[in-house]
C-alpha cells in the first residue's frame, strides 16, 4: 500500500454541537505539524467535520457542502465514505446544524482507534496509546460544565491525561461556528484558534482561548454596551476581559479610548497614563487616532492625554 505522508494526520478529536448556545465545533490534537489545516472543518448554519486517519481532506468540504444542501450528518457521511476505496483507513465524524451526528472508524485504521457517539457529540481517536482515550474524553464531555469551548478543551485534555497520541504532542486546533445561519456567512465564526508547534499545544491552546475570550469581551463592551449607551455594562465587560489577559497593554488602550469617547474621561486618563508608562507608542497612536477623528481634537481631553505621557 502506498502511503502518502501528507495522509498521516492521525490524532483524537470530537465534534459537537451545543443546543443551549446554538453552536456547532471541532476540536483536535495531535503529533503532526498544523493539524488544525487538515482536520478541523466547520460552516455556521451547516456543520462540523472531523477528517483524520489516513486522511482523505475532501471529507471536510465535501461533507459540509452535503449538509448544506439538506443531509444530515448520517447521511453525508454514509455518502462519502461509500464512494471512498480508501474507506477503511479513513476515520471521520460529523455533526450538522440540528445536532445529528456520525462517525466512521475504518477497520484498518492503526489501533488504539475507536469512537463514542454521544447525544450531540462524537469523539474518535486513532494511534492512540491505549484503548482508555477515547472513553474519557466521552466522560470528559458528558460530566464537564460551562460553555462549548470549554466542553471540548476538557475532552481534548482528558485523552492526553489518558495517554493520547502514541507518539506524544505536537499541534492543536479549536474551531466553533453558530448552529444557525449568519450574514455575512463569516460572521458566524465564533472561535477559530490554531496551534501549529508547539511542545505543550493543549496548554498553548487554552493559553489563546482566554485571550480569544478577552477580545470578544472587549468587541461586546465596545459595539454592543457602549453603542447602546450601556457604560455600566461595558465596564464589566471591559474588567473581565482584563482579568483574562492582563498583560495585553491593547485591551487596556481601547478600554480607555471607549471611556474618553464616551463620558469617562477621568477614568480613561488614568488607564492611559498606565498603558503610556509601559510603551509611549501607545500615546504615538493615541494622537494618530485624533487626527483620524477618532478622539476628539484640540479639546482639553486631548491635552489631558498628552500630559499623561509626561508623568
Do not use: C
Not at 455533526?95 to 445529528?100: P, S
Not at 489563546?208 to 457604560?231: F, P, V
Amino acid at each position: 500500500m502506498d502511503v502518502r505522508l501528507d495522509q498521516l494526520t492521525h490524532t483524537y478529536s470530537i465534534v459537537a454541537y451545543d443546543r443551549e448556545r446554538r453552536q456547532l465545533g471541532v476540536a483536535v490534537q495531535s503529533h503532526w505539524f498544523a493539524v488544525g489545516s487538515v482536520v478541523t472543518w466547520a460552516e455556521a448554519g451547516v456543520g462540523a467535520v472531523a477528517t483524520q486517519a489516513f486522511t482523505e481532506v475532501g471529507y471536510g468540504p465535501r461533507g459540509l457542502v452535503l449538509m448544506r444542501e439538506g443531509k444530515t450528518a448520517a447521511e453525508a457521511l454514509d455518502e462519502l465514505v461509500g464512494a471512498d476505496n480508501g474507506r477503511d483507513l479513513r476515520q471521520v465524524a460529523m455533526v450538522d446544524a440540528q445536532g445529528h451526528v456520525a462517525a466512521h472508524t475504518g477497520q484498518l485504521t492503526i489501533a488504539e482507534a475507536g469512537h463514542i457517539i454521544g447525544d450531540g457529540f462524537s469523539v474518535q481517536a486513532n494511534m492512540m496509546l491505549n484503548a482508555t482515550v477515547w472513553p474519557a474524553m466521552d466522560d470528559a464531555y458528558r460530566q464537564s460544565e460551562g460553555d462549548l469551548a470549554a466542553r471540548m478543551m476538557a475532552a481534548l485534555e482528558a485523552a492526553q491525561q489518558a495517554g493520547g497520541d502514541i507518539r506524544g504532542t505536537q499541534s492543536a486546533a479549536l474551531l466553533i461556528v453558530n448552529a444557525e445561519k449568519t450574514e455575512p456567512s463569516w460572521s458566524g465564526r465564533l472561535v477559530d484558534l490554531r496551534v501549529d508547534d508547539s511542545p505543550n499545544p493543549l496548554l498553548e491552546l487554552r493559553r489563546l482561548l482566554r485571550i480569544q475570550q478577552a477580545y470578544a469581551l472587549m468587541r461586546e463592551a465596545n459595539e454592543s454596551r457602549l453603542g447602546h449607551g450601556d457604560t455600566h455594562s461595558a465596564a464589566v465587560d471591559f474588567e473581565r476581559a482584563e482579568a483574562l489577559a492582563p498583560d495585553n497593554l491593547e485591551i487596556r488602550f481601547w478600554h480607555a479610548v471607549s471611556l474618553a469617547t464616551s463620558g469617562g474621561a477621568s477614568e480613561a486618563l488614568s488607564i492611559f497614563r498606565s498603558v503610556f508608562e509601559q510603551d509611549r507608542n501607545w500615546l504615538t497612536l493615541a494622537l494618530r487616532l485624533a487626527d483620524a477623528g477618532l478622539l476628539p481634537d484640540g479639546s482639553d481631553l486631548l491635552k489631558d492625554i498628552r500630559a499623561q505621557g509626561r508623568t
